[in-house]
């Protein structure tokens, strides 16, 4: 079980662009709050300011050890020719108590990368476009 005071992150900043699709989302822990930036093509640039609950926290934490985010390659790269969506990058750096995780990519992704995102859709509650052919 997490203890109640060390529930919010050391440092927590995810970037997501999907550049062709003129898409970007960032996420990143300030002041004791969540803030989120995100814009597209079709919508004007929203940022909005979350502060998740400790129940919140601890489902988020749960399931970033259930998806084993801690074990993810510092960087993630690979070249397209039509076997993938170009122009697409993600950051990932996480500090929570020992624990961290330092991970990037263009156009290739860790195996969880989904679930990751799955997970702070729940924890903010904002959709994230991710765009990405299997």
Request: proline share 3%.
């Amino acid at each position: 079980m997490i203890r109640m005071n060390h529930i919010r992150p050391k440092n927590l900043w995810i970037k997501y662009e999907a550049l062709t699709n003129g898409y970007f989302f960032s996420l990143k822990w300030e002041d004791q709050c969540l803030v989120i930036k995100q814009f597209s093509k079709h919508e004007n640039q929203d940022e909005q300011k979350i502060i998740p609950g400790d129940e919140e926290w601890e489902d988020f934490w749960h399931y970033l050890d259930e998806i084993k985010i801690w074990d993810w390659y510092e960087e993630y790269r690979v070249t397209c020719a039509d076997s993938c969506v170009e122009d697409d990058e993600w950051e990932v750096d996480i500090i929570f108590g020992d624990l961290k995780v330092e991970s990037q990519g263009a156009n290739s992704y860790p195996p969880t990368f989904r679930e990751f995102l799955k997970a702070i859709e729940e924890l903010t509650g904002i959709i994230i476009e991710f765009i990405q052919q299997d």
